[in-house]
């Protein structure tokens, strides 16, 4: 099959050949419909954290068909559209029971979905409802990561919130928070690119950082907001955040930041500021966020900017590390 494929830190990815995998026991085949590009691939092409050695094919938010089935499956069947969730756990153990693989000691995030087929275990896959296609299932893993960032946040209706940067997990986070009653949802980022789409998403503002941020986000809440997400993941941006919330307010972090960071921690203890981590999702939300796709306000697919081909994905990839006006971008591996 093709597949876009890692070489090598630096490196462009390269579209070539490799081996169609197979469902084994427990497995399931898919054709897949789109996988969406996310900033924490980029990471792993450049960041030796990730453990990337080469011969990989990555990619992590994807859809797709059931094309065969490996033994001992139940639940799904050829032709059925699903979501896969790219948390692969054991798949027995408590926490893979609750629904929580993250957790599981087993645990393995996996990839594929730059590919024209992935083989997934069943228990990672969801089937997609009647009226939500796979090509939009591809949304269900950021905005299942985006889900549990709100649900860490116990944020409660009537919140004010503020979200800093205006990827797509962030904006993924601000509609979250408007469909779950936020009161104000205020979405901060260094560029206006993602203005228009930030407010078709639920933002009730969208702000330009800069010297005087802290007193225009207290004006457009009308007070400090009580929870601010940090969605961008670079050194220095959880102090920025405290700096903006309310004393006893929460910052959570979603931010993927693989390098060391700091904060002045007399301000964040003098405000008691909580910090809360955020990371993955659990089954359930990634079920609900499944469901979200059937959304008529604030619908997540105005995330979609674009969809490439395989053969357009390497540079459409490498133009994404520099901020455009796209957000996210699905590939369809069987676009010509």
Same mark, same amino acid.
């Given at each position: 099959?093709?597949?876009?494929?890692?070489?090598?830190?630096?490196?462009?990815?390269?579209?070539?050949?490799?081996?169609?995998?197979?469902?084994?026991?427990? +497995?399931?085949?898919?054709?897949?419909?789109?996988?969406?590009?996310?900033?924490?691939?980029?990471?792993?092409?450049?960041?030796?954290?990730? &453990?990337?050695?080469?011969?990989?094919?990555?990619?992590?938010?994807?859809?797709?068909?059931?094309?065969?089935?490996?033994? &001992?499956?139940?639940?799904?069947?050829?032709?059925?559209? @699903?979501?896969?969730?790219?948390?692969?756990? #054991?798949?027995?153990?408590?926490?893979? $029971?609750?629904?929580?693989?993250? *957790?599981?000691?087993?645990?393995?995030?996996?990839?594929?979905? !730059?590919?024209?087929?992935?083989?997934?275990?069943?228990? +990672?896959?969801?089937?997609?409802? *009647?009226?939500?296609?796979?090509?939009?299932?591809?949304?269900?893993?950021?905005?299942?990561?985006?889900?549990?960032?709100?649900?860490?946040?116990?944020?409660?209706?009537?919140?004010?919130?503020?979200?800093?940067?205006?990827?797509?997990? &962030?904006?993924?986070?601000?509609? *979250?928070?408007?469909?779950?009653?936020?009161?104000?949802? @205020?979405?901060?980022?260094?560029?206006?690119? +993602?203005?228009?789409?930030?407010?078709?998403?639920?933002?009730?503002? %969208?702000?330009?950082?800069?010297?005087?941020?802290?007193?225009?986000?207290?004006?457009? #809440?009308?007070?400090?907001?009580?929870?601010? %997400?940090? #969605?961008?993941?670079?050194? &220095?941006?959880? /102090?920025?955040?405290?700096?903006?919330?309310?004393?006893?307010?929460? @910052?959570?972090?979603?931010? $993927?930041?693989?390098?060391?960071?700091?904060?002045?921690?007399?301000?964040?203890?003098?405000?008691?500021?909580?910090?809360?981590?955020?990371?993955?999702?659990?089954?359930?939300?990634?079920?609900?966020?499944?469901?979200?796709? /059937?959304?008529?306000? !604030?619908?997540?697919?105005?995330?979609?900017?674009?969809?490439?081909?395989?053969?357009?994905?390497?540079?459409?990839?490498?133009?994404?590390?520099?901020?455009?006006?796209?957000?996210?971008?699905?590939?369809?591996?069987?676009?010509?």
């Amino acid at each position: 099959m093709k597949a876009a494929i890692f070489d090598a830190m630096g490196q462009p990815l390269r579209v070539g050949t490799v081996e169609t995998p197979e469902a084994t026991a427990g +497995q399931v085949l898919l054709k897949v419909c789109r996988c969406g590009i996310c900033g924490s691939d980029l990471h792993m092409t450049e960041d030796p954290t990730f &453990g990337l050695q080469g011969g990989e094919v990555i990619g992590h938010e994807f859809s797709g068909e059931v094309i065969d089935v490996g033994a &001992g499956v139940t639940g799904l069947k050829v032709g059925d559209q @699903v979501s896969a969730a790219p948390l692969r756990g #054991c798949g027995r153990c408590a926490s893979c $029971l609750r629904g929580e693989p993250a *957790w599981c000691v087993n645990f393995s995030l996996i990839g594929g979905g !730059y590919a024209e087929f992935a083989a997934v275990d069943v228990f +990672q896959c969801r089937k997609l409802p *009647w009226g939500i296609s796979a090509v939009d299932g591809a949304l269900a893993e950021p905005l299942g990561v985006a889900l549990h960032g709100i649900m860490r946040a116990r944020m409660q209706p009537g919140a004010n919130v503020v979200v800093v940067g205006a990827g797509a997990i &962030g904006l993924a986070v601000a509609f *979250w928070a408007r469909r779950m009653g936020a009161a104000k949802v @205020v979405v901060v980022d260094m560029h206006d690119h +993602q203005r228009e789409r930030a407010m078709d998403l639920g933002a009730t503002e %969208f702000l330009i950082s800069g010297p005087d941020l802290e007193a225009r986000v207290t004006e457009a #809440c009308g007070a400090a907001p009580e929870i601010v %997400f940090e #969605c961008v993941g670079k050194p &220095g941006l959880i /102090d920025h955040c405290i700096g903006l919330v309310a004393p006893r307010g929460r @910052v959570v972090v979603l931010g $993927l930041c693989t390098g060391p960071d700091h904060m002045d921690s007399f301000r964040a203890i003098s405000k008691e500021v909580e910090i809360v981590m955020s990371v993955f999702f659990t089954m359930p939300e990634f079920e609900l966020a499944i469901r979200a796709l /059937d959304a008529g306000t !604030y619908a997540p697919q105005h995330l979609i900017s674009d969809t490439v081909s395989l053969a357009a994905m390497p540079d459409a990839f490498e133009a994404l590390r520099n901020r455009t006006t796209q957000c996210k971008v699905l590939i369809d591996p069987s676009a010509c």
